[in-house]
């Protein structure tokens, strides 16, 4: 769990989707300064490009960026009213288009079609099955040279610990004060909804079997202390990015978000006033 129903019922129908997504980009003082202090340093070596595709875009939190980095962008979202809302959102880019797709497959994506494959904050609700599927089309779409930045679930590794901390949540349900109490000192925590079957030297395994290969991975802290998800890139073997694996474990993801704010606060917050 999550499995592929429980997405599309939950960002189909149950999701409001009233801020388009933006709300996650508050711990960052906003989308903008998520995308320039965050993202931006992660991708900027495979962009400006040809052809982009985005898995599970949502309402284009990301796509508003990619789209001005691309000839042609791609969105691909298991939720229909997600694809509608881009299709309406990005109207006037004749470049990009968007599609619904069945959770783990491209078809809308030719062989070796695609330059840059992109997801960030929502292939972490994909359990292995699905990641799995989503690799053996990547071997498919892949351009010879392309290469894919993929944000996922790490929270296997935490399994067991998450499963000890199952009691005491239970019991601090009840009880406010313990509840929090008890998440201070990091004696439950929130799973964020990640794919408990996904870890980042699962992932590698799993590039190996696609017959890609994983050049680098960050592991990082999401919403508290434990480094429950992780960036992975791919590409093919071979390819001009192909090289050893290189990992890093970066617990200071969040704080990374948390400095952001004050960029947002000071500096972005400026932005736009002195165009004319
Ligand atoms: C939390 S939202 C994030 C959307 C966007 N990436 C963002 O950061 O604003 C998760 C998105 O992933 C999509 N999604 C979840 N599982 C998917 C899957 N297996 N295939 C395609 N889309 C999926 C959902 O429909 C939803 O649009």
């Known amino acids: 769990m999550p499995s ?4 599309e019922a939950q960002w189909n129908r149950n999701y409001d989707w009233e801020a388009a997504g933006e709300e996650w980009s ?4 906003g989308v903008q300064t998520q995308w320039q202090a965050t993202l931006l340093p992660r991708i900027w070596p495979f962009v400006p490009t040809g052809t982009i595709c985005e898995l599970a875009p949502g309402y284009g939190r990301w ?6 980095l691309c000839d042609r962008y791609v969105g691909v979202d298991l939720a229909s009213r997600c694809v509608d809302a881009c299709r309406e959102r990005f109207a006037s880019s004749e470049h990009a288009t968007f599609e619904v797709n069945d959770g783990t497959s491209l078809p809308m994506l030719g062989h070796e079609s695609v330059d840059f494959m992109f997801s960030f ?14 690799l053996s089309e990547l071997a498919r779409v892949l351009a010879p040279n392309g290469i894919a930045w993929l944000h996922h679930s790490n929270l296997g590794e935490f399994r067991s610990e998450f499963r000890r901390m199952r009691h005491a949540e239970a019991v ?5 004060i313990l509840q929090s109490a008890l998440q201070k000192r990091g004696l439950i925590g929130s799973r964020h909804w990640r794919a408990e079957s996904m870890t980042a ?16 991975q960050e592991v990082v802290n999401w919403g508290g202390s434990r480094l429950i998800d992780c960036i992975s890139v791919v590409a093919r073997p071979g390819s001009v990015w192909d090289r050893p ?3 890093r474990r970066n617990p200071n993801f969040m704080d990374e978000g948390a400095s952001a704010q004050s960029i947002a606060a000071v500096f972005t917050s400026l932005m736009g006033r002195g165009s004319g």
């Open 4 to 7: 592929v129903e429980e997405n």
């Open 245 to 247: 694996l290189e990992v």
């Open 172 to 176: 601090a349900r009840r009880v406010t």
């Open 63 to 68: 796509s508003q960026f990619l789209i001005g």
């Open 26 to 29: 508050s711990h960052w003082g």
């Open 201 to 216: 030297a699962r992932f590698a395994e799993m590039t190996f079997d696609a017959g890609l290969s994983c050049v680098g």
């Open 121 to 134: 904050d929502s292939l972490v609700h994909a359990e292995a099955d699905v990641i799995a599927r989503y």
